[in-house]
């Protein structure tokens, strides 16, 4: 295995008091290592049922990485779980973090264009789709967030077309996906005193929903459907994770959006502000969101 400069490491922001092993402490926990295959029975990513020790310790001290271990190890979200298990007392998570920095971040590598052509709407390439998320401003930043990260995310994501009427959202229910929306117009409505839809606004392209369940876990507050033939991409909240953890700006983007939402929710149950129309309640909590 030849050596190399370690590469950026994202997911393990929870681990900030974490020190790597050197090479001769990697190959030395390695060879203790009993084949024993605890560290994957205790692991939680649902991949470690299909990869073999073996390969595992293979792919840690030399260049021979199955696709399956690659894929594991970028999976991998350094919980530790493997640890207390070990009769050797190996520290696999911080195998697996040697393995991390040496494959570095998947996002960077070659991107698996058939899972984006075959999906596309008719009459849509793959300039256009990548435009549309541009529009998005979390993504606007080609510095921040290169094509090659974007043609990730919409390959791990899935994209939807709906015919006017379609619900794209329903109140109420649970989901952590975000939908970003790509072509068309979109009513927001929500349910009334009387159970009634009651609009609450028109979204179209360049604009996005679903960020209140994949931030808080909370049921959506309100339904969507559109109200012209459109396009969406649904993200999965994994996904959207990846992304986040990529470029900690998006990251950035959605917190501080959170943060504005949880203001402005606030301002709204106070008397001072009671009687202000919602736009200008937004503005004032966006000024006020740290």
């Not at 969406?232 to 504005?260: G, Y």
Request: some cysteine.
């Amino acid at each position: 295995m030849q050596t190399q400069t370690p590469k950026l490491v994202v997911g393990i922001q929870h681990r900030t008091d974490i020190v790597p092993l050197l090479e001769d402490e990697v190959r030395f926990e390695i060879d203790m290592c009993i084949g024993c295959d605890r560290c994957m029975r205790a692991c939680p990513v649902p991949l470690s049922s299909l990869v073999n020790i073996a390969d595992l310790n293979l792919a840690t001290i030399s260049d021979v990485v199955a696709p399956h271990v690659a894929r594991f190890t970028d999976e991998c979200v350094m919980c530790g779980s493997c640890v207390p298990v070990c009769p050797v007392n190996n520290h696999r998570d911080l195998l697996m973090l040697s393995l991390k920095q040496r494959l570095g971040i998947p996002w960077d590598g070659k991107v698996d264009m058939s899972r984006v052509l075959d999906h596309l709407p008719p009459g849509w390439d793959v300039q256009l789709i990548l435009s549309r998320l541009r529009e998005q401003p979390m993504f606007s930043d080609q510095q921040l967030v290169p094509d090659n990260y974007l043609l990730h995310f919409i390959a791990n994501s899935k994209v939807l077309t709906f015919l006017p009427g379609a619900v794209v959202l329903h109140e109420g229910q649970y989901g952590r996906e975000i939908s970003f929306f790509l072509e068309g117009r979109f009513l927001i409505s929500s349910a009334g005193a009387n159970s009634e839809d009651v609009p609450v606004a028109v979204l179209r392209r360049g604009e996005f929903v679903g960020e209140r369940g994949m931030l808080t876990g909370q049921p959506r507050n309100a339904t969507v459907r559109a109200q012209t033939a459109a396009v969406v991409l649904e993200v999965p909240d994994q996904v959207m994770q990846r992304m986040m953890e990529i470029v900690p700006a998006v990251r950035t983007f959605f917190e501080q959006l959170n943060n504005s939402r949880s203001v402005e929710s606030v301002m709204k149950r106070m008397a001072i502000f009671q009687g202000i129309a919602d736009p200008d309640i937004r503005w004032i909590a966006k000024q006020y969101t740290v």
